[in-house]
C-alpha cells in the first residue's frame, strides 16, 4: 500500500486499526505506551501498514505483536484521516469479532474493553472518538412501513419489532395527519427511549413545532442532503445517498451512517446491485446501510464488502 499525499504535500501514513468487538458489544481500548508520540493516550489497537502488506495482513501482524492475539476474520468498516502534529493518517479501520487468544499488554500497554455507551477513558486520541460513536450503530436498520393511520397502528407496529430484538428505525409515515403525526411521534420516541433504541426520523415529514422530535435522530433524504451545508441540530443523522459524492457530502456534513439503496444508484438499470454497492462501501468515510433482503449470508457479504449493516423492508427514497 502506498503512502500518498495529504494537504499541503503532507506524506500520509497508512494505519490500520483494530475494532475488537465482544459478544457483548464492548470493544477493546489501548493506551499509547511511553515514548511513542501522545504516550498514555488511549486509541483503538493497529499499527502502520508497511510496504507490501494489506490493511489486513497488517492487523494480523500488529495485533499479534500488540497482544499476542490471533484474528481469524476481520471486515473492513471506514476510513478516515487525521492531521496530527507528528503524522498525517489515513486509519483503516476494520471490525473484528473472531479472534483466538486472551488480550495481553505485549508492550506494557494498558487495556480496557468499553462498554456500549460507557464513558471512554481519558485522554482519548482524538480519530479514535468517531469510531467509538459509529460502533454503536447496530447492524440492522429497519424503514417503518409507511402503512399507519393513526398513533395506535404506528406504535403497535414498532413495539412488534422492538420486540423481536430491532434497535434502529427509519421512521416515515406520511399518511398520517398533523396531529395524529405529532401524537405517534410522541409515543414512539418514548418508545424507543424504553427499549434503549433510536428513531431516524425522515426529513420529508411535515413536522408540527410541538412534536418535531428531531433532537434526538434525524434521516435526509437525496434532496435535504443536497442542500444542506450545516448538520441539523440532532443527537444522530442519517442520510440516503446514491453514490459516492453524495456520501462524501454526508461525510463533511457531520452524518453519522449512510443509507444507500442500489436499485436507485445512477445506472442501477443495468447495473449489478453488488458491484454498486461493493464500490460506494469501499473505504467509506462513515458507516453504510445497504439496502439488501435481510440474512446472514446478505450481512456477511455486505460487512465483507465494507458496509456495516443492512437496511431492510420499505424503500428509502
Not at 488511549?42 to 490493511?55: D, L, N, Q, R, S
Request: aromatic letters at 6%; charged letters at 20%; hydrophobic letters at 40%.
Amino acid at each position: 500500500m502506498t503512502a500518498g499525499t495529504g494537504p499541503a504535500g503532507r506524506a500520509v501514513t497508512q494505519v490500520a486499526v483494530g475494532v475488537l468487538v465482544r459478544a457483548d458489544g464492548a470493544v477493546l481500548l489501548a493506551d499509547r505506551p511511553a515514548g511513542k508520540p501522545y504516550a498514555g493516550y488511549w486509541e483503538f489497537p493497529g499499527g502502520k501498514i508497511e510496504a507490501g502488506e494489506t490493511v489486513e495482513q497488517a492487523l494480523i501482524r500488529e495485533l499479534g505483536e500488540e497482544l499476542g492475539v490471533r484474528v481469524r476474520h476481520a471486515d473492513p468498516w471506514t476510513v478516515i484521516e487525521h492531521d496530527y502534529p507528528h503524522a498525517y493518517v489515513r486509519l483503516h479501520f476494520w471490525r473484528i469479532e473472531d479472534w483466538s487468544g486472551t488480550a495481553h499488554p505485549v508492550e506494557g500497554q494498558r487495556l480496557r474493553f468499553l462498554q456500549p455507551g460507557a464513558e471512554p477513558p481519558r485522554p482519548l486520541l482524538p480519530a479514535a472518538v468517531p469510531a467509538l460513536r459509529w460502533i454503536q450503530l447496530p447492524t440492522s436498520l429497519m424503514a417503518s412501513p409507511q402503512t399507519a393511520r393513526n398513533a395506535d397502528d404506528a406504535l403497535g407496529w414498532l413495539e412488534e419489532m422492538f420486540g423481536r430484538g430491532l434497535r434502529a428505525v427509519l421512521w416515515h409515515e406520511p399518511h398520517l395527519a398533523s396531529q395524529s403525526l405529532a401524537d405517534a411521534l410522541d409515543r414512539c420516541q418514548a418508545l424507543a427511549r424504553a427499549y434503549g433504541a433510536r428513531l431516524f426520523i425522515d426529513s420529508r415529514l411535515s413536522l408540527p413545532d410541538a412534536g418535531s422530535g428531531t433532537q434526538g435522530a434525524c434521516h435526509l433524504d437525496p434532496d435535504a442532503l443536497a442542500r444542506s451545508r450545516s448538520r441539523p441540530d440532532c443527537d444522530w443523522l442519517s442520510a440516503a445517498v446514491r453514490d459516492r459524492e453524495q456520501l462524501e457530502h454526508a461525510a463533511v456534513l457531520g452524518c453519522d451512517c449512510a443509507i444507500f439503496d442500489p436499485h436507485n444508484a445512477p445506472g442501477a438499470a443495468t447495473a449489478e446491485p453488488g458491484a454498486a454497492i461493493a464500490q460506494l462501501c469501499r473505504e467509506a468515510p462513515i458507516p453504510v446501510y445497504v439496502r439488501l433482503e435481510p440474512s446472514a449470508q446478505a450481512l456477511q457479504w455486505a460487512r465483507r464488502h465494507g458496509a456495516h449493516g443492512l437496511l431492510s423492508a420499505a424503500s428509502i427514497n
